[in-house]
């Protein structure tokens, strides 16, 4: 089966939740299939990122988006009540392209990732496939609902257009799919046709402790470790939340917990909590050339998430690495973790201070909740298993 893939972003490198998704998913399906990657992308695209993808892809065409163009495409959309994103990522010039190739490669269908494509593909002639990813309309409700005057007011304006594309797209594709059935739930649905459940996985030979480290040291450098693309605002949050409000009482306690905040791109706001603490115990490292090491240098990881939507990747690479893992109830039931077992979960800042204080106390509780975590992913979110939903529903919608 020939499937021609369009996505927002090139796949590579891996630093974002939806790029992890898509060249996983690539992955899996070129093992029995041809696959076609058409995307756009707003920064330039290297030889050795195409280089990643080459292996399981028959041809790739990147377009490289014009800034100026997309700030246009932006504004024509907020005078026209279209999506924002939707404009941003969709140009007169990709919509041609991304035509022209699809005419040359006469896929069997196109599977597409997120709402913000759908002009790309929407009026192709071919079967089509898209998946949601997550409920792109929820995670801007919930940022909106923390977010107060002129960018309250943006943030309103997108999730009323993204609620109304999510709502057509039931009308333009043969089939949708996404993360988890919370995200899923909060689709407005047209009519009762399903969305497939498409989970995230995780690579659980990459992402395991011994890997990184064959003998772990017993007292690892830090405290706690939150992981995530730091220009992204539902991580920024939660770092904020971490550093400000949830690590205050545990310091009253444990006053040498250390903190590690990793990842790619961190905003100002992030990088202003290096040293933080009554000991200047927070580290803010930006991009890390293995994330592995961040997951090996703590004892307990944390994801004090209170915005966004989806799966949160983070948890099941932590999870791979045998740490033990605090999160909200947003993060952890998309996974369908169970409370208390697989890792706990908390939402105040006091209750999460009051779990974090619990574990780095306990080495016995640590290592029953990473343990019970390592064997809940190995069990449910390996890749193959994650993508196998996906191409029976390929084959099924080519099949009709």
């Not at 988890?180 to 498409?198: F, L, M, W």
């Not at 009554?278 to 961040?294: L, N």
Request: net charge positive; hydrophobic share 45%; aromatic share 10%.
């Amino acid at each position: 089966m020939k499937i021609l893939v369009v996505l927002p972003r090139f796949p590579y490198p891996l630093e974002k939740g939806d790029k992890l998704r898509a060249y996983h998913q690539i992955v899996e399906l070129s093992k029995h299939n041809d696959v076609y990657l058409f995307c756009v992308s707003h920064t330039k695209v290297t030889e050795a990122q195409r280089a990643a993808l080459k292996p399981y892809c028959r041809e790739i065409r990147v377009v490289r988006l014009n800034l100026l163009v997309c700030a246009f495409n932006v504004v024509c959309n907020w005078f026209t009540s279209k999506s924002l994103q939707m404009g941003y990522w969709n140009t007169s010039r990709s919509k041609r392209l991304c035509r022209a190739f699809a005419r040359e490669v006469q896929p069997d269908v196109v599977y597409n990732q997120m709402v913000r494509t759908m002009p790309l593909v929407a009026r192709l002639p071919f079967t089509k496939v898209m998946d949601f990813q997550d409920a792109l309309s929820m995670n801007t409700e919930r940022r909106m609902e923390l977010t107060t005057g002129f960018w309250h007011y943006v943030l309103h304006y997108e999730f009323k257009m993204l609620r109304s594309s999510e709502y057509n797209a039931f009308s333009f594709f043969d089939g949708l799919t996404i993360i988890s059935e919370t995200d899923s739930e909060a689709i407005p649905h047209k009519k009762s046709g399903e969305i497939r459940i498409v989970p995230n996985g995780v690579d659980t030979e990459y992402f395991k402790a011994e890997a990184v480290k064959p003998e772990p040291a017993p007292q690892p450098p830090y405290s706690v470790v939150f992981t995530g693309n730091m220009s992204y605002a539902p991580n920024v949050d939660a770092a904020r939340f971490l550093v400000e409000e949830v690590m205050p009482t545990v310091w009253t306690s444990l006053p040498d917990a250390k903190v590690l905040i990793a990842g790619a791109d961190p905003r100002p706001s992030v990088r202003a909590l290096a040293n933080k603490g009554p000991k200047g115990c927070v580290t803010v490292s930006g991009r890390m050339d293995d994330i592995r090491d961040a997951y090996t240098s703590a004892a307990v990881f944390v994801a004090p998430m209170r915005i966004g939507s989806g799966m949160q990747n983070k948890l099941l690479e932590a999870m791979a690495m045998r740490r033990p893992c605090v999160t909200t109830q947003l993060a952890a039931t998309p996974l369908g973790a169970v409370a208390g077992d697989h890792l706990l979960v908390g939402d105040s800042a006091a209750e999460l201070a009051s779990l974090i204080a619990q574990l780095l106390g306990s080495a016995e509780q640590r290592s029953r909740i990473a343990a019970s975590g390592f064997d809940f992913v190995q069990q449910h979110y390996a890749w193959p298993a994650a993508v196998k939903p996906l191409e029976e529903l390929l084959h099924a919608v080519v099949a009709k």
